[in-house]
């Protein structure tokens, strides 16, 4: 049996079928490009945590780290007691 559709509806379903396609196709594409990038990263952080991890004072790293975080904090908080004395 032959069916007597409107072409420009089958136009129209075949467009937004390409369209739809395309979209899925960008986001793989997204997907597999955050993927490899993230692979990458952990790659790169174990080579150089293997390679410079030999020699590093580690109570020192932390203490670095420490203070770098508690200066963060301080000046997060400061930036936003500053913004609501400001507006409130």
Do not use: C, P
Not at 1 to 14: P, R
Not at 32 to 58: E, R, T
């Amino acid at each position: 049996m032959y069916k007597n559709y409107n072409s420009s509806v089958v136009k129209e379903s075949f467009e937004y079928n390409i369209k739809n396609l395309e979209t899925r196709i960008e986001k793989i594409r997204t997907l597999i490009f955050a993927v490899i990038s993230l692979i990458l990263v952990i790659v790169i952080l174990a080579y150089f945590g293997y390679m410079y991890g030999k020699d590093i004072d580690y109570s020192t790293l932390y203490n670095e780290f420490q203070s770098k975080v508690k200066m963060l904090h301080y000046t997060v908080f400061n930036s936003i007691d500053r913004w609501l004395s400001k507006y409130v």
